[in-house]
């Protein structure tokens, strides 16, 4: 039995297939497994919680050995929450790019115009793309991106190169991209025609081994729900340069669940850990 097997790839690949058993069931059969202190203890616990909330049984979790962290985040997801009231602050544009475009994406700041969104410079702090891009995709209407993936394309400058790629593949526009000779958009170009998210997790790491935002993105591009556990992975492995990448793309592709969890969260590390904690029971409420 897969369960019982020492090796703990072989107990993920059990919990895998078990998950869709009633809870009863669940709670017996990951009894061992529960008591240990491995990834694999870790899904089991998660696939009681998702079946806990599916069965709404969430308060015979108590029972089980289910670690409280996981636990409070099942308890604050049990209730019922006020809308978020996110305060509208000035932002000075001189104070750089990463910052207007974070404000722009959490709703911290006025809707910008066009233009403003435009004018921006693309490049982050690290030299990814992805706030720029993900700020000009929720700004600008569809048919002026269509204008931007054709001016983009054959730009000399290579951000705008990978945001046209980016922007073709976010509005289902088929474009005939010249392949590149620069590695990195090359990459970005054969995950995204490829739906390939197998290469940009072979690709996901910087040499300094911190992850590269733009590679992340278009591995959850590729697919979202095979990728996101791996982006979930990289931050509890602490491996972001900017802690506020992996959320503005957990925004981006879950809305749902991240806009409910309170913004003040994202103020420090340890509030972070917390907001990445709700976000991971979040998507186990949604049966991910």
Known sequence: MLLASPAVINKMEGIELAKHLSFDKLAILFQEVLQENNAASTAAQESLVASAFS???????????????????????????????????????SIGSPFNHISWLVGLSEKP?????????????????????????????????????????????????????????????????QESTDPELATIQAVLSE??????????????????????????????????????????????????????????FEPKIANEIPIELLQNSETRNKWWSLFTCGLLLERR
């Not at 636990?71 to 997801?77: F, G, I, P, S, Y």
């Not at 066009?114 to 990814?128: K, N």
């Open 113 to 177: 115009t066009t233009s403003a969104v435009l004018e921006t410079p693309l490049r982050d702090r690290d030299g990814s793309v992805l706030l720029g891009v993900l700020a000009i995709e929720q700004y600008v209407p569809h048919e002026q991106l269509h204008k931007l993936i054709q001016r983009w394309s054959s730009d000399y400058d290579i951000d705008r190169q990978k945001a046209a790629v980016f922007f073709a593949h976010m509005i289902h526009v088929e474009f005939p991209f």
């Open 195 to 252: 739906s390939n998210y197998t290469l940009a997790w072979r690709a996901l790491h910087n040499p300094d081994g911190t992850i590269n935002p733009d590679i992340a993105l278009a591995g959850m591009l590729a697919n979202a729900e095979k990728f996101l556990p791996i982006l979930i992975g990289s931050v509890k492995k602490n491996k972001w340069a900017h802690p506020e990448h992996p959320i503005m793309i957990a925004l981006r």
């Open 55 to 93: 069965e709404h049984r969430i308060e015979e979790l108590s029972s089980v050995e289910i670690e409280q962290e996981l636990l409070d985040c099942v308890t604050w997801w049990s209730k019922k929450h006020d809308k978020q009231h996110i305060p509208i602050l000035s932002i000075d544009a």
